[in-house]
């Protein structure tokens, strides 16, 4: 089955500076990638998402990029901010099976 | 946020107990699914169900049950209770299988 590994589980930056988290997935079949952002005591929620026809995707301050060959996407937060501090999830999913498989999470502290 | 409620948010429980959690929607979604969350494991899924009456077995299935009579709730169901079933259970809702998922806000069981 699916395996994602995630790096680095935990992650400090300075306010204003740019944070990478990335991931990595072992089924080829693997088509659709989600991050999820979890602040403390909270539920998870989607960030956002690339499927497999796409390279790279933004959305403000955040970006996906994906490398279907070498099976890894990564999270890019740019011009972090004190509420970017989270624990982040990716997860990959294919589509013959019901399973979202999560990595296991990176803590990112954003400090003032 | 989505219409999805878990049932209760905290419950402190004996070994050997049985324990139900419910989770409710509003929002008419085909698939729910129930996971167990961890430090360093991530989001591990427990149960799925891809509509009334038909659900599957996830990851970390044993000793734990479910059950789907209605599209709005999907009941998870500890016969026994055990101390490595101490976790925070989270419910998510999908409206197809490649879909966002959205979360409940979690159920923190403690199993003494």
């Known amino acids: 089955g699916e395996n994602v590994e995630q790096h680095p589980s935990t992650l400090s930056v300075q306010e204003g500076d740019s944070a990478v988290i990335k991931c990595t997935y072992s089924?080829?079949?693997?088509?659709?990638f989600p991050w999820y952002k979890q602040e403390l005591g909270k539920r998870p929620q989607l960030i956002i998402d690339?499927?497999?026809?796409?390279g790279e995707k933004k959305d403000q301050r955040i970006a996906v990029t994906l490398n279907k060959t070498a099976k890894h996407f990564s999270l890019h937060i740019t011009e972090t901010q004190p509420e970017d501090s989270a624990v982040y999830f990716c997860?990959?999913?294919?589509?013959?099976?019901?399973?979202?498989?999560f990595g296991p999470g990176t803590r990112l502290s954003v400090l003032p | 946020d989505a219409g999805i409620t878990q049932s209760p948010r905290h419950k402190v429980t004996e070994t050997g107990t049985p324990v139900t959690l419910r989770c409710h929607q509003t929002?008419?979604?085909?698939?729910m699914y129930w996971y167990r969350q961890d430090p360093g494991h991530g989001l591990r899924l427990i149960h799925y169900s891809y509509g009334v009456k038909d659900t599957d077995k996830g990851e970390v299935s044993d000793g734990y049950s479910v059950s789907r009579s209605k599209t709005e709730d999907f009941l998870l169901t500890l016969e026994s209770a055990t101390s490595s079933q101490t976790s925070v259970y989270f419910c998510?809702?999908?409206?197809?299988?490649?879909?966002?998922?959205?979360f409940g806000e979690g159920s923190r069981l403690t199993v003494l």
């Open positions: 929002e008419n979604h085909r698939y």
């Open positions: 089924d080829s079949a693997s088509n659709y």
């Open positions: 998510a809702i999908s409206d197809s299988p490649s879909g966002e998922l959205f």
């Open positions: 997860a990959a999913k294919d589509n013959y099976g019901q399973n979202f498989v």
């Open positions: 690339i499927r497999s026809n796409v």
